[in-house]
């Protein structure tokens, strides 16, 4: 069945830490996404990518890093976490086609809800 | 740079009754995009609805339908007969149709209690 995948799903780990948060994709999309969503809800781009080894930054400035290795695979590192980074972290991903809102469409993963103590 | 706004942060509706959301957005843009995602508690997010600027009509999927008026940047959602699994944190979300601008500006969230 086509899905987004994330994990895990909760993680609690100490400040200092490297993490990275697995987001997977078996729809063939060639566009993914990372949103951060804060504790008041609002989401905010941090992350995109157009295919194998395109990466951009979003909208809101992260210390987080990403790769595209694989068309499906579009991990999230954190070389050294921090209280500030306690967030929950949605993954997306998109077609890539020209006009028309189908190819617009964002299908999201169930989130990575992180807590860095 | 593109922003959205959700004025109600909480909205509470009869089962079976009707209610609408409100969203507001700024751009400078004539073409894009405009969604509404719903999530669950504890769920995935997931497209309720979609919208193109150059499309006067309406949009509707079976019980949510919006308002578009493109002149005043408003887009509401109006769902009706509601139901107990409508009740949801209901987003607001536009994307750009310029090429390599390709995330979604999101508002604050609308949080709708459905009462039995």
């Known amino acids: 069945e086509a899905d987004i995948y994330q994990t895990p799903r909760y993680l609690v780990i100490g400040t200092g830490k490297k993490i990275t948060l697995e987001c997977s994709q078996t729809m063939g999309h060639d566009k993914m996404y990372w949103y951060q969503q804060d504790p008041g809800m609002e989401l905010h781009l941090i992350h995109y990518s157009y295919g194998v080894n395109s990466t951009e930054k979003g909208d809101l400035s992260s210390e987080s890093t990403v790769s595209r290795i694989r068309t499906e695979h579009f991990p999230l590192t954190l070389e050294s976490a921090r209280p500030s980074h306690t967030s929950q972290y949605l993954c997306?991903?998109?077609?890539?086609?020209?006009?028309?809102?189908?190819?617009?469409?964002?299908?999201f993963g169930p989130g990575t809800r992180l807590t860095v103590l | 740079a593109q922003t959205v706004t959700q004025s109600q942060p909480e909205m509470s509706v009869q089962e079976a009754e009707t209610v609408t959301l409100s969203c507001t957005y700024d751009t400078s843009e004539s073409d894009y995009y405009l969604f509404w995602y719903k999530q669950p508690p504890s769920r995935q997010m997931i497209l309720v609805i979609r919208q193109e600027a150059y499309k006067q009509q309406n949009a509707t999927e079976n019980r949510f339908s919006v308002n578009f008026q493109k002149a005043a940047k408003s887009f509401s959602l109006k769902i009706s007969d509601s139901q107990l699994g409508d009740a949801a944190m209901y987003f607001c979300?536009?994307?750009?149709?310029?090429?390599?601008?390709?995330?979604?500006?999101f508002g604050k969230g609308t949080h709708l209690i459905i009462q039995p």
């Open positions: 997306a991903s998109s077609e890539s086609g020209a006009g028309g809102s189908w190819y617009n469409e964002q299908f």
């Open positions: 979300a536009y994307r750009s149709a310029r090429g390599g601008a390709d995330g979604l500006t």
